[in-house]
């Protein structure tokens, strides 16, 4: 027999850290809401049977708001999974039932693993599951994932029902309204009840939903008018007797009965509101005065660690590892071999140079990311998302923005993908369209180049202040979408904030891991066919004779056709514009191609000789334009991927890298031609 | 009275929401229907943090002008 278990709970309730543990897939453990919002799937271990363990979206309750809920609530009715396990935060358990009750009504049965029951006992709180499990009219099983502690226990249990569900009746839902709701849910009922079976949903369920007004279901039933207006009649009743809507009046019920369950179940030693000790590093780090601060001393301390020393440091080691030790072996060992010479160019500067040239930057976005992890997981990001949130509603955004926005300076493509925590719809459009102007790690190797040949003296503060010029055009970009197309206010801020923790150090290198994993797929794949293809498209003409001036190849002559384009913006050779095309595919190939392209093979961006080539057909002023360019335009195709698919939306995603590339080239003209106004060269 | 001209420290009784209906929902789901007892732990230029059923939730200005409570 196969069986499928689906996951579902609030976010923040050790619902993933669950999922890993009993698929023992290794993925992303997060602090803020609808980080799963992806479907995961995994096979449970250690069992016998075949079981599917599919982890649903944090969801907080089953109303069809968030794009989350409609996904739970559609899979949980429509792909009916043998047993739903609920997970539940013991420690706040009151806030957690809520789910609860409404999972329960779907018919479907339902396990509740009681989660964090260590918090529950270091409180010295007491649970008794017994009385728990009978009030719900659930089986309740206690576990303590992070420990690794009671998840078997949850699995057999659920694998019991499973096994059983066949012969034994779903229990009843226990939880009762007023008497007044009851007996409209009973004629709502009665009046459904044909419907609901086509859909083989739950009558009450159906009823208490229509009673919400809930559009989705409606729309699912196409109920016929006179049954729709009975409904209509009995919700007016209704909200003229208790004097608020239906759904409030529901909500308040399932808050009364949870409320008891709580107080029969469940014993607290410490009933006084006295704060915690996250509550008192919130007033410190949430003070009016020391909030920004300290924000802007922890992104300062990320970045200096990220790009200073440290991060300079890997890349210089793997710079050495890859194109010297790994370069120089194979390049012996083709040669011993008698490769043709078209081979050893291929192997060593088409592909060793492409793809190294970008491996040289995992370890550094890996140290970005494994930063991320720390503040997410400690709970501050979810701070910061608070404190940012003042700064960014003016530019049409929220704080919820500022996670992606700041993922944005390791890669756009997961950055991008992280957008999906926005609830609103219009927050998540505007956050995507300005994402990528974040500088990202892919395109620092083309600062360093040029910064090296034309900014010697100041070069790390042209760097920076390329990163600077990202975040401003963001800043005007944001201002102006929001007097135009994005018009309204942003969504309403609301999030919840786990409590401080501290971090652990597989659960840190977990999440560093999942992330850091595409790029390095993508320096596997996307980059590697990129480098080939390039590669032959500067070795052969079109007419597919090999060339010896790469000007005459197909890339010669395609750079040669787009090269006018960029000539009002200083640098309109065929080499810079080849670069800039061939940079569609990742911007790390910008550098690459540049060397290529000037007969040096591959070249690392700290090489003389190609300083010296670009210092022929650059001045610092053009090269400035240059790097501005290759920051603002068109990100890569992993990022325009990761676009399309959360945009879902060719016209949108084509508007935004659009903008972008419009972007680019205005802020590249201006800095050229003001920068010849004022007498730069 | 709205949320925000509340004390901080003292605790208070949700008596309301006027949010447009998803926010307030959301809001349903979180803890936030009348009846509920709330406290502001902290505050920053009107955004606020709430504790509300045991968890901390942060909410802007916005937000806190639309909820009606009265003194617990």
């Known amino acids: ?681 | 009275m709205p949320l925000t001209m509340m004390t901080r420290g003292i605790e208070a009784i949700v008596k309301g929401c006027r949010a447009k209906d998803k926010t307030k929902k959301f809001l349903e789901g979180l803890g936030l229907v009348p009846g509920t007892k709330i406290a502001v732990v902290a505050e920053m230029k009107g955004d606020l943090i709430i504790s509300v059923k045991g968890s901390r939730l942060a909410i802007n200005k916005g937000i806190a002008q639309k909820l009606d409570v009265e003194a617990a």
């Open chain 1, 1 to 681: 027999m196969s069986y499928t278990f689906a996951l579902a709970g609030n976010p923040n309730c050790g619902k993933t850290t669950m999922f890993n543990e009993i698929t023992g897939s290794t993925q992303y453990v997060g602090n803020w809401p609808g980080v799963t919002v992806e479907k995961k799937e995994g096979r449970a271990r250690r069992f016998k049977e075949e079981i599917k363990v599919v982890d649903l979206p944090g969801i907080y309750s089953l109303s069809p708001y968030t794009m989350e809920e409609i996904i739970a609530r559609d899979y949980i009715l429509d792909e009916k999974p043998d047993v739903v396990i609920n997970i539940v935060d013991a420690s706040n358990i009151e806030r957690n039932l809520y789910l609860t009750t409404q999972l329960v009504e779907l018919g479907v049965p339902v396990v509740v693993a009681l989660n964090m029951m260590d918090v529950v006992t270091t409180r010295g709180d007491q649970i008794n599951l017994k009385k728990l499990s009978e009030l719900l009219g659930v089986p309740v099983v206690p576990a303590s994932a992070s420990k690794g502690q009671g998840i078997h226990d949850v699995m057999q249990k659920a694998l019991v029902v499973a096994q059983t569900a066949a012969t034994v009746e779903v229990e009843v839902p226990k939880l009762r309204f007023d008497a007044k709701m009851e007996k409209c849910l009973d004629e709502v009922q009665n009046l459904i009840a044909a419907y609901a079976d086509r859909h083989h949903y739950h009558k009450r369920w159906v009823a208490l939903k229509l009673l919400e007004e809930d559009q989705e279901i409606k729309k699912k039933l196409d109920l016929p008018a006179n049954v729709e207006k009975d409904i209509q009649n009995c919700i007016a009743q209704l909200e003229n007797e208790f004097d608020n809507d239906t759904e409030t009046i529901i909500a308040d019920g399932r808050y009364q009965y949870i409320a008891d369950v709580v107080a029969e179940a469940v014993k607290k030693k410490n009933t006084g509101s006295t704060l915690t000790v996250s509550d008192k590093i919130d007033k410190i780090v949430t003070n009016r005065i020391f909030a920004i601060p300290i924000f802007l001393l922890m992104m300062w301390m990320v970045f200096r660690v990220t790009f200073g020393a440290v991060g300079s440091w890997t890349i210089d080691f793997v710079d050495g590892l890859v194109n010297d030790t790994i370069a120089g072996a194979l390049s012996s060992g083709l040669e011993a071999a008698g490769a043709a010479e078209w081979l050893h160019a291929l192997v060593i500067d088409g592909i060793i140079g492409g793809v190294g040239s970008i491996l040289v930057f995992v370890p550094q976005i890996m140290i970005l990311f494994f930063f991320m992890a720390l503040l997410e997981d400690s709970g501050y990001m979810a701070r910061a998302a608070f404190i940012m949130d003042r700064a960014l509603r003016k530019l049409g955004l929220t704080g919820k923005s500022f996670i992606p926005m700041l993922m944005g300076f390791g890669c756009s493509a997961p950055a991008v993908m992280a957008t999906r925590t926005l609830e609103n719809e219009k927050d998540r459009k505007l956050t995507i369209i300005l994402t990528p102007f974040m500088s990202c790690g892919a395109r620092m190797p083309i600062y360093l180049l040029f910064g090296a040949a034309f900014f010697a003296q100041n070069q790390s503060t042209m760097i920076f202040s390329i990163y600077i010029l990202g975040i401003v055009v963001a800043i005007i970009s944001g201002i102006i979408l929001k007097k135009t197309l994005f018009k309204g206010e942003a969504a309403p801020f609301v999030m919840e904030l786990p409590p401080y923790r501290i971090p652990t150090l597989k659960g840190l290198f977990i999440h560093m891991w999942d992330r850091g994993k595409a790029f390095l797929i993508k320096a596997g794949t996307v980059i590697f066919s990129a480098a080939v293809i390039i590669w032959f498209c500067q070795t052969f003409s079109f007419t597919l004779q090999m060339v010896e001036d790469p000007a005459d190849s197909i890339l010669g002559v395609i750079g040669h056709a787009i090269a006018p384009i960029f000539a009002p913006l200083g640098f309109g050779d065929w080499r810079s514009a080849v670069a800039i095309f061939t940079g569609l595919v990742a911007k790390e190939v910008v550098v690459a191609t540049l060397g290529i392209l000037h007969g040096l093979g591959e070249v690392a961006e700290d090489s003389m000789e190609l300083h010296t080539a670009l210092q022929t057909y650059f001045t610092p002023l053009k090269a400035y334009a240059f790097m501005a360019f290759t920051l603002l335009y068109f990100p890569c195709i992993a990022a325009f991927g990761a676009m399309k698919r959360e945009l879902n939306s060719w016209k949108w995603t084509l508007f935004a890298v659009g903008y972008q590339t419009g972007i680019a080239w205005i802020v590249a003209f201006l800095i050229y031609n003001v920068g010849r106004l004022f007498g730069l060269t």
